[in-house]
């Protein structure tokens, strides 16, 4: 299967991102339901973010999953 997305190289362990499963070596190929193949899609798509949970869909491990990381209201 192909897909393109944005290698994820290394998460804070104590972030969100972290506890939700997300970790080095996955590739995320959707943010909030937006595509992404780049890191300068993702930046785009994370400005523009609205609401208390961002879903990430990722690519590990030979198949796909769906992410909910909490968002800081901060």
Do not use: C, H, M, W
């Not at 990430?56 to 769906?66: P, R, T």
């Amino acid at each position: 299967e192909e897909f393109a997305g944005v290698l994820v190289e290394s998460v804070n362990e104590d972030a969100p991102a972290a506890e939700a499963g997300l970790a080095p070596g996955v590739v995320i190929t959707q943010i909030d339901q937006q595509d992404v193949e780049s890191v300068a899609d993702a930046r785009q798509v994370l400005e523009n973010v609205d609401g208390d949970v961002l879903l990430i869909q990722v690519y590990a491990g030979g198949g796909k999953n769906i992410l909910a990381i909490p968002l800081d209201e901060e």
